[in-house]
């Protein structure tokens, strides 16, 4: 199922909209917010928070990490 | 004999009458007078500071505008951009556009507190308040024709507030909360006591000095003169809160100023603190926009709040740590957005970021890396890679994206209710919208409107839908200006 999410990356000054197929990981979904910000070049590893703050398993997919429409995650990158 | 002024002055304020043929209820209803509804007994007390006749508004307006226009015709029109700054000239574009309209509406306002407003006195400072703002919008328009000859793009002076523009659509919802969907009470409130009192000294005084060492003498006179005129009308908000407080409503005249403040701040920081420190040129600021806030606003604000002993708006600690931050983010938003708006947007060169880490200590710290990255991007791929092509998330109640506070310290936060998600950028604007959800449940941000397919996803469908006529309209970096492909004719199949 098509959702759409609101993602803050700790790098990045604005929240992004990202309209997802739900069925994809919450890895490649953070791939796709830092992406789309200003220094995807940068690399190091993604921690993926909920709005609540608890870490999301980034093998899960977006619909078994709780993620529906409208929701908020936030993207730590660390070097 | 012939009365002199202040024989006769109290009974013209003050021909309240007794309605025989209908109610009081009725005359003024609770939906559009305010609440609490108070018998006009109540009411009686209600006096302004500065009192003036309806000769003495005459004869001060015309002479204020004959300085203005006195100012228009030395510089002649084919003069009126000459040693102006091009940020500076786009900061007035910014301006207009915001601000002109605004002030229209703002004639609704004082017209709907002239016939409702619950005391003779009221309704009396209320008209003098129409008639400025009628002034401060004609005003405007009148100089921002004259500049269309120079710059199309003036023309959004007028055109700006009828556009679905998301900057504009993000003042229309605050000018329709505060005042064109208010009672005359709350109005009084809002727009007066908070709004006039509170935040118009910011944009028209701080402007006024910067217009000066801008060289900007027309845009100077102008907004100093109309700031005469919100200094005059802002005072209804004084005895109306007062009388308010007289009568047991303390709670909701506290709501009142906590959501107004947090409401205008929200947009002065997008307005003014952006144009501020990164349209007007360094020799002409002043202090910072912080420092305005500080003592131009927060100050006063202080005063107003201890003379009637309410409180601090609760949100306060969070106000004060976004005044070293907002603005600053927002310009970012602003300039990776900046075909989206009808201004250019500038980048801070050496100077001016040297001139911002003199004000804001961390900001280089902050932002100079963000900045350095647009730079080099413009450097590898021109503008294409400086520009953000995603949508940025918009806050359910103020309508800006949601970027506060600063990277690495962001405030969003959502709220589920009938079944739909909410998103804030923060626990204040959240605040605001829980208090009064059916007021703003209904209502789409350009966002959410893009996500149900009830406006255009593709950037150039959603230009149009704006209102903007891309390239030539659209907002651009204000040095570098377009790529030049960016003017060749779109290729057809």
């Not at chain 2, 708006?341 to 050496?350: G, H, N, Q, S, Y």
Request: glycine share 6%; aromatic share 12%.
């Amino acid at each position: 199922m098509r959702v759409y999410l609101f993602g803050f990356a700790s790098d990045d000054f604005v929240g992004r909209v990202i309209v997802t197929p739900d069925h994809r990981t919450v890895a490649q979904l953070a791939g796709q917010l830092v992406a789309w910000g200003l220094a995807p070049e940068q690399g190091g590893s993604l921690t993926v928070r909920n709005e609540a703050g608890g870490i999301l398993d980034p093998a899960a997919t977006i619909a078994q990490a709780g993620l529906g429409n409208g929701d908020i995650f936030k993207v730590e990158r660390s070097r | 004999m012939v009365l002199r002024r202040d024989d006769w002055l109290d009974i013209a304020r003050k021909v309240d009458w007794t309605p025989r043929y209908v109610e009081e209820r009725e005359l003024f209803p609770q939906e559009i007078s305010g609440r609490p509804w108070l018998t006009q007994d109540a009411w009686r007390n209600w006096n302004e500071a500065y009192r003036t006749t309806y000769r003495e508004y005459v004869a001060t307006q015309r002479d204020k505008d004959a300085a203005v226009l006195g100012v228009r015709a030395a510089l002649s029109k084919p003069r009126l951009f000459d040693d102006l700054d091009p940020g500076w000239v786009q900061l007035v574009k910014f301006h207009n556009g915001a601000v002109a309209l605004v002030e229209y509406a703002g004639a609704v306002a004082e017209l709907r507190m002239a016939r409702f407003g619950r005391d003779s006195a009221w309704r009396t400072m209320a008209t003098l308040g129409a008639l400025d703002e009628i002034r401060h919008t004609q005003i405007p328009l009148l100089i921002g024709h004259d500049l269309l000859a120079h710059d199309g793009n003036f023309d959004w002076t007028h055109k700006a507030f009828h556009t679905s523009q998301w900057v504009i659509l993000a003042a229309r919802h605050l000018f329709d909360d505060m005042f064109l969907a208010a009672d005359a009470v709350d109005l009084a409130i809002q727009l007066n006591f908070v709004f006039e009192t509170g935040f118009t000294n910011l944009q028209f005084m701080a402007m006024a000095a910067m217009a000066d060492r801008a060289h900007h003498h027309l845009f100077e006179k102008t907004v100093a003169s109309i700031q005469t005129d919100e200094a005059r009308h802002a005072q209804i908000g004084h005895p109306v809160l007062r009388t308010l407080l007289e009568n047991g409503s303390r709670e909701r005249a506290q709501y009142l100023i906590d959501k107004m403040w947090w409401r205008c701040w929200r947009l002065f920081l997008a307005l003014s603190g952006t144009a501020m420190e990164y349209l007007a040129p360094v020799s002409a600021r002043t202090r910072s926009f912080k420092e305005f806030m500080t003592e131009w606003v927060t100050e006063q604000f202080m005063k107003n709040l201890a003379e009637f002993d309410l409180e601090k708006p609760w949100f306060w600690d969070l106000f004060i740590e976004e005044l070293d931050y907002a603005h600053h983010s927002f310009q970012l938003g602003l300039y990776t957005y900046r075909t989206t708006l009808w201004f250019d947007v500038a980048m801070p060169d050496r100077a001016e970021r040297e001139w911002l880490t003199g004000k804001y200590p961390q900001w280089e710290q902050t932002y100079g890396a963000l900045w350095d990255q647009l730079e080099r991007r413009w450097e590898d791929g021109g503008e294409a890679g400086t520009l953000a092509y995603g949508l940025p998330a918009l806050c359910n109640l103020c309508q800006l994206p949601a970027l506060f506070i600063r990277p690495g310290r962001n405030t969003a936060c959502t709220l589920e209710l009938d079944g739909r998600r909410y998103l804030f950028c923060s626990e204040p604007c959240r605040w605001i919208f829980q208090q009064e959800s059916s007021r703003f449940a209904d209502h789409h941000s350009v966002v959410d409107r893009i996500v149900a397919g009830q406006a255009p996803g593709k950037l150039t469908d959603l230009h149009e839908w704006m209102g903007l006529q891309a390239p030539v309209e659209t907002g651009k970096d204000l040095r570098r200006g377009l790529d030049p492909w960016r003017l060749d004719p779109v290729p057809t199949a």
